[in-house]
């Protein structure tokens, strides 16, 4: 039987709920672990940990501070968090095969959320001189030669990045437009939402000079809208896996879970969790 004479059942809210969980722990791991726990680990203070950055308190240190080792490993440990734990999912769907196809949708989409973040942070926006890596390499000389070697990374991990987790799990969608689209954009689409929903509950929405969280947010969000235009438009690649294997139906516990996890990113994390004291004060 061809793909295209096949029905597959995709349940749009479990889908939604499942997106939203794979990004609340993608963003929540890079802001919160990857640098807030880590400048606590580090002895800093941390005033606040929002869904879109964190503020570590500026007078507990000299301004010469940014460009020790130290300060360097905060920096990039979002971005290594994101891709050590992204790696790991993907290798959980690989090797253990999840039965449970909710749990497969998990895998699946936290691996791509964590990927397409690790390349957004290595290339495209220390190409544009911002983010965490243009601040580790300020001070090192010569500057423009570790730009280059960040971004060369960047682009040498972009394929994997992006073709590993389609070689995983999606199968071969020919025919089956509709079940893509669903798949790819309706998630883009429930992240979006939440990501925005949550900058607006900001502190640092209106204050003048530094970074606009707004702008921040809309910088990734454009990213997985990439993301979701390339597989849409790349047939390749695929897994081996039928059609079938994607189907996803209604369940009532990730319902609620989503629930619980929106709720958690919009109105505590995007306020802000703080402050949190270094270890040794």
């Not at 004479?5 to 802001?31: C, F, G, Q, Y």
């Not at 879109?52 to 240190?61: K, M, P, Y």
């Not at 960047?154 to 509709?178: F, Q, S, T, V």
């Amino acid at each position: 039987m061809e793909n295209s004479e096949r029905n597959v059942k995709i349940d749009i809210p479990t889908l939604v709920a499942i997106s939203i969980i794979t990004w609340v722990l993608a963003v929540s791991l890079h802001e919160v672990v990857g640098h807030a726990l880590t400048a606590v680990f580090l002895g800093l203070d941390v005033k606040l940990a929002t869904s879109t950055g964190v503020e570590i308190l500026s007078d507990q240190v000299s301004y010469d501070l940014w460009s020790t080792s130290n300060v360097r490993t905060l920096l990039a440990a979002g971005t290594v968090i994101n891709f050590i734990t992204g790696a790991a999912a993907l290798l959980i769907l690989h090797f253990r095969k999840p039965t449970s196809k909710a749990k497969q949708y998990l895998l699946w989409l936290f691996a791509t959320f964590s990927f397409v973040i690790v390349i957004m942070y290595l290339v495209t926006t220390t190409a544009i001189g911002a983010g965490d890596w243009i601040v580790v390499v300020q001070n090192l000389n010569p500057r423009n030669l570790y730009i280059g070697i960040i971004i060369g990374i960047g682009i040498l991990l972009a394929l994997p990045c992006y073709a590993l987790p389609l070689k995983e799990w999606m199968p071969d969608m020919k025919g089956n437009r509709l079940t893509l689209l669903k798949i790819t954009f309706i998630p883009v689409i429930a992240l979006t939402i939440t990501q925005i929903l949550s900058t607006l509950r900001s502190p640092y929405l209106k204050e003048l000079g530094g970074q606009n969280p707004m702008l921040a947010s809309t910088f990734v969000c454009i990213h997985l809208v990439l993301w979701a235009i390339l597989v849409n438009l790349i047939p390749v690649p695929r897994s081996l896996r039928e059609i079938e294997s994607i189907s996803l139906g209604r369940s009532p516990i990730w319902l609620v879970t989503g629930i619980v996890f929106f709720i958690f990113f919009v109105f505590i994390l995007g306020a802000g969790i703080g402050p949190l004291s270094g270890l040794g004060d």
